[in-house]
Each structure stands twice: as C-alpha cells, then as structure tokens.
C-alpha cells in the first residue's frame, strides 16, 4: 500500500509561484496514476491536476490550465506541481492522490484509492 506525503505549501502574493511535492512510498511508483486536488474551506474537493503513470499525458482543470504544471521523477518516486500565476482563489489544501485503475484521467474524488494529508497554501492578495 502506498503512503503519500505533500509538501511545499505556504503563505504567498498573488502572482508568485510555488512548487508542491508529494512523495510516495510503500509502493511501486510506476503503478499509479497521480492526481492533485485542492479544498477550500467551505467547498467540495476539487480536481486540479492528473498524470498518468509514466507520465506521458496530462489533464488539468480548466482553472488552472496555462498556470499549473503536474510531473513525476520516477527515480525519486514523487510527483511535483508546479504553480505559477497565483491567484488568492487557489488557496486551499492541496492533496494528492494515487489510482491504480486503467483508463481515462480521473477528476472524482472517490475514484482515487489513496491520499495524503494534504499542504496548505495561501495566496493573499
């Protein structure tokens, strides 16, 4: 079973950048498909970004496509979001998610098996 850990988080400007990291471990990395997902006080998880498991496509919501970018280092085993152009209306935890399943990116919640614990980031205004 793989075990997921974010970091990277963090107090920012609008328009700044950060870069999240979600490590894995437990597992076979090359297994999943990756997805970040965000939630805000308030609102339903939401879906951000997908990669699939060798990382060869990507899909991303419309609010955030153009700004955030989703890789992964095999060799590492972690999967990074890079978040450019930040807006206070990206603040919100930010998880990410491992799925061991074979087909389309995945933009619901529950279809992921497994999450972590999520990284706060906040973009003042």
């Known amino acids: 079973q793989v075990q997921l850990d974010e970091s990277g988080g963090g107090l920012v400007q609008a328009g700044d950048s950060l870069r999240l990291s979600c490590a894995t471990s437990g597992g076979t990395f090359s297994r999943y498909n990756m997805g970040w997902f965000r939630q805000a006080p308030g609102k339903e998880r939401e879906f951000v970004a997908h990669?699939?498991?060798?990382?060869?496509?990507?899909y991303y919501a419309d609010s955030v496509k153009g700004r955030f970018t989703i890789s992964r280092d095999k060799a590492k085993a972690t999967v990074y979001l890079q978040m450019d152009s930040l807006k206070p209306e990206d603040t919100a935890v930010y998880h990410c998610a491992a799925d061991v399943t074979i087909g389309p990116p995945k933009i619901r919640p529950y279809d992921y098996e497994y999450w972590g614990q999520g990284t706060q980031v906040t973009v003042s205004s």
């Open positions: 990669i699939s498991r060798f990382g060869v496509s990507t």
